[in-house]
């Protein structure tokens, strides 16, 4: 049994479907991508996982139970942990701060609980932010500020991890640190869903893609039969392109 | 059944007038993302204006109407959208709710000191005396005019809304500003329109209940408080329903007001009721609204200042104000401290919104309610134990709590609206409850006006002279100073600022913003209840009419003018209300305390920090570095007091040598400093900067030699250098 199992869910704004009858499952030890043009649905997909979204229909299952009526703060606590693609920093706490105040969130219900101090400064190393510990959220660009949120979401030390376009603002360097620390996660046990547009991390890290279009599934597999699928490739970059040509 | 149908025409005419007040209302927070606190002051304000073209210029009625509502108050509308709404553009919505009401503060008083509430002002309906009859019921032509102007605003507004093109604009602007620019919508050109619009609805609805209403500023600037029970009902978004709010609440109202008088038991308490029928009708439409969905931060425009106090610095502060009160507890006279005595409960109100408000994000209208609650409950425990202020705490916190819960899990607009309503509630009614018993026990909440708040006994004496009193007052705001510090520098201090940052962040982390809301509500109402007992206190017998919703009001702005991060922004609150210097200085001029109250605020959308955190504390900041500065300082201080105390000089040379030394201590320590150690920030220019490329303008101030350094790395040469300057707020 997966970890998180997404069963048919679907999502309306006014008359708009943004997400259609998706159904999806992430493993724990396992990257998931979840990949699709803009508007694809994506985003509104981490909403209803996370619980600040309704749902018209579908369920969304934790462990095998059923979480869908749970509020967001409930699940976090079932060990589930998010970033946003557009960055919810608290801005007026320094880096530091912003990681201390997850981990003193978490200590309510995580197993071993750490002093905040300890896991902010442990977290801060690891994603490679000691530099500007000290520096107000709010002051950083936009690639750091998404490390922040990574630190933050790993101090409340999740099962599932929703990572929502985790790279986009990151320099070269920056991606690939990043790709190392996903694989590490990955190895731990954790299930990792993460939500790109840079093809080649997707394709580097994920062992298996679930690729949306206008909020409904469009193919999903492992990267060699995404990366094959004739929709895909038409949705992505125009139906005359070859087999082959993203990453 | 005569009466029934009677009742209902009547209540249909008040239904008439709610929903036009509602839907101006509607239309300005849907369309431009405010929620005008000032459309019942703007009716009140019309009214007014139009009084004075009718009946004191002796104008015709239909000249008189038409430069009222159809010029005057668009125009105002339209000035007001650009001079200071505009600007409201990605403030919080804490910051947009306190301009208007500081809109609301400005007319009041305005109008107050132009139309001097003692005189009378009587007031005609529209067609004084003439009356038609339907099925049977006698309807004045006002009536008829009332219900017919009614039905056009709602024929007018579905034709504007869905039959022209800017009216589709405004509705695509609802939905998604920034989409609907890109379909050629004009932002600016709608909000401006919708304002004219909600304003001139504002005026009708005052101009029309005036002559039923007395023609007065508070009834009618309140009304605001009434319509907005029907704007609710609408969920603030939908015209139709907002209609049958109006209707509901009319009904209701004309109704009860028709058959309660005619109840021969408990018909007195029941009648005081009457006035508070909006307001429960509200509470119980907050019940019913749906959950609102969490939602992430906005792009602020401006950077808020939170520095985090230190316990060092915190405790200077108190011993300053603690040696300060001495100063002056030693110096004035008995018959000023009488009115000094109040500051130090008014500062503690004023205290009480730091952790809210600056800290949590949630805005509270009803904190003196919760002090005239803390005052009541001193006095009912009685006695001289200081235990009662414990008492005082506990149950305000109770009752806040209580309060908060049902707009707890809706936007922070609903909190206002709910606490403003509560604040209505309790004035008009509970606070003037005659003598009730429940459950065997007798209450009597204010002793028809002589309740007496007794002042604690501590160590086995009575705090009760003024010097005392004075003294204990600043010990009591110190303790609350330093809780709130501690407050700040807490996890749960943490959690409440990050609360504020992105809801849903913290949310998604694992907190339930729930509970932490209103666990910062009560505390923060358990605060106020103990200023209140401060406050009590200090004016020893109390009165149902102590404490109204204006003042709260009044510190709610001063606490955001002087900045809601620090603890001295409760001290200029509790000084500014509690020594009432323009009014003593010139007392003709006591309406302009309110109106600059009003006027200090409406600034805020330019500067949302508060003039402390602004202004004052970086001019003070440099006198840390210079201790020398500080003992010749407090010396001077010292022996001005001595010379005080000795009688060689009077309190106006002391006051005037104090406050002189406070304007020109801080120019002058800079002086000194610059002479001392010549300029760091020179020093730090001259020395090459030795961080990565990248954190230029961020962990360093960013120099023109920076873009000599990036063109380098960049390979730029070519390209024309930029502005030095620009992008100074970093390289992202």
Known sequence: ?247 | MRDFINFGFSGLTTAAIYAIAATGLVLTYTTTGVFNFAHGAMGMFAAFTYWEMRFGWHWPAPVALVVCLLVLAPLFGAILELGIMRRLQGTSDVTKLVVTISVLLGLFGLANWVWSPSKDRPSRTFFQGRVVKIIGVRLSYHEVTVLLVALAVAIGLRLLLYRTRIGVSMRACVDDPSLATLNGARPARIAMLSWAIGVGLAALAGVLIAPTLQLSQLSLTLLIIDAYAAAIIGRLRSLPMTFVGALILGLANDYALGYITRLHTAEQYFQIFIPSIPVIVLFIALLFLPQARLRGARLQRTREIAALPTWGGSLWFCAAVIAGTVVVATSVSNTDLVNLQRIWGLAIIGLSLIPLIGLGGQISLCQVTFAAIGMVVVAHVGGHTPLAYLWAALITGAIGGLIALPALRLQGIYLALSTAAFAVLMDRSFFQLPKFTIFGHRFDLFQAGSLTVNRPRLFGKGVEGFEAYFIFGAVVFCAMALIVVGIRRSRFGQRLLAMKDSAAAVATLGLNTTVTKLVVFSLSAAMAGVGGAVYGGALRAVDGQIVDFFSGLVIVMLMVIAGLNSVGAALFAGFFLGVPVIQNVFPSLHQLQTVLVGFAGIGLGQNPNGFIAQSIRPQWDVLRKEKQVIVALLALVALMWGLRLGHVIDNWTFVGVILGLAVIAPPLTTLIHSRRSPAPAAEAAAKPVAVPLEWVGITVPYQPEDVERMDRALDLRLVEALPPGAGADGAA
Not at chain 1, 37 to 57: D, E, M, S, W, Y
Not at chain 1, 132 to 150: F, S
Not at chain 1, 188 to 196: R, W
Not at chain 1, 199 to 220: Q, R, W
């Open chain 1, 1 to 247: 049994m997966a970890l998180l199992e997404v069963r048919n869910i679907t999502v309306t704004f006014g008359g708009v479907v943004a997400v259609n009858d998706v159904s999806f499952d992430a493993e724990g030890g396992r990257i998931t991508g979840l990949i699709g043009p803009n508007g694809a649905g994506k985003t509104t997909l981490f909403n209803v996982i996370t619980g600040l979204q309704r749902a018209v229909r579908g369920q969304v299952l934790l462990d095998g139970a059923e979480i869908s009526n749970l509020a967001p703060y409930q699940r976090a606590r079932r060990g589930m942990a998010r970033t946003f693609q557009r960055l919810e920093l608290f801005g007026t706490l320094t880096v530091r701060e912003n990681v201390e105040v997850a981990a003193s969130i978490a200590r309510r219900w995580v197993r071993e609980p750490d002093a905040p101090g300890l896991v902010a400064e442990r977290l801060i190393e690891r994603v490679g932010l000691t530099a500007v510990a000290d520096v107000r959220a709010d002051a950083l660009p936009t690639g750091q500020g998404r490390l922040v949120e990574l630190a933050r979401s790993l101090a409340t030390q999740p099962r599932l991890l929703l990572l929502d376009e985790p790279a986009s603002g990151q320099s070269t360097t920056e991606t690939e640190h990043f790709a190392d620390v996903l694989r590490d996660l990955s190895a731990g046990g954790m299930a990792v869903v993460l939500v790109e547009h840079d093809m080649t991390l997707v394709m580097n890290v994920c062992e298996y893609i679930h690729v949306l279009d206008f909020g409904s599934t469009l193919a999903a597999g492992n990267p060699e039969q995404v990366r094959a699928d004739p929709a895909v490739l038409a949705a992505y970059l125009g139906s005359e392109w070859q087999t082959g040509a993203i990453a």
